[in-house]
């Protein structure tokens, strides 16, 4: 079965410090991969997604994350993390071998003190 | 364009009472999904929905959950009796199609006593 395990479960950084997140993945096939984010408040929504090609990913926000394939990981990163950076982190996988179906990780949550 | 919506957006019911959720997806997207997120977890998936006809429903607890989207657009999920291990927040998410971009609701927050 396809799991999704995230390193962290709470990281506390400055504001300008950089930011990575370990994310891996245990499906051995195809996968699409994501981040999504949730600020305080509100809905989750999409950072990032991953489905083939560059391995380096751009999201919004200047987030980005590198696929490794030999590593079966996905980790976040962000030169420099904003107060308004604060928010729950969600690693997540997709495979076609079951109907597409979204695999989360448990989330990290990321405080950012002023 | 408007998003998913849900309600309640919180419900506070005892144990062995029933509750139902409801979701409206965006317009024009032919998958839903209903997910339960328990306190310091990820989403689990519990059943999607493509047009009115189940894609997966593997996860969800058939003695006690129920869900159905009659017209393949708007959905609900019903709980029935409710169990103190229920209580977390339940998203509805959609997508144009399986395998798509999927976007989520506010969710429902429900707390069983």
């Known amino acids: 079965a396809q799991s999704v395990s995230q390193h962290n479960h709470h990281v506390i950084l400055s504001e300008a410090a950089s930011l990575e997140l370990g994310c891996n993945y245990s499906?051995?096939?195809?996968?699409?991969l994501f981040w999504y984010v949730q600020y305080p408040g509100q809905h989750l929504q999409l950072l990032l997604k991953y489905f083939s090609g560059d391995p380096l990913v751009k999201g919004i926000k200047g987030f980005e994350a590198e696929f490794i394939k030999s590593k079966f990981s996905f980790n976040l990163r962000k030169p420099s993390v904003q107060w308004s950076d604060t928010a729950e982190y969600f690693c997540?996988?997709?495979?076609?071998?079951?109907?597409?179906?979204?695999?989360f990780g448990k989330g990290t949550l990321l405080t950012v003190n002023p | 364009e408007a998003g998913v919506a849900q309600s309640p957006r919180y419900k506070i019911i005892e144990k062995r009472q029933s509750v139902a959720f409801w979701c409206n997806p965006i317009s024009g997207h032919a998958t839903l999904y209903w997910y339960q997120q328990i306190l310091g977890q990820g989403p689990k998936l519990l059943i999607q929905f493509q047009n009115n006809g189940v894609v997966d429903d593997s996860q969800l607890p058939k003695d006690r959950f129920s869900a159905e989207r009659l017209k393949g657009v708007d959905s609900t999920l019903k709980i029935q009796p409710a169990k103190l291990e229920d209580s977390a927040v339940y998203l509805c998410?959609?997508?144009?199609?399986?395998?798509?971009?999927?976007?989520f609701g506010p969710g429902t927050r429900l707390t069983v006593l």
């Open positions: 997540a996988a997709q495979n076609g071998g079951s109907n597409y179906k979204l695999t």
């Open positions: 998410a959609s997508s144009l199609s399986v395998g798509g971009e999927q976007f």
């Open positions: 499906y051995g096939g195809t996968v699409n």
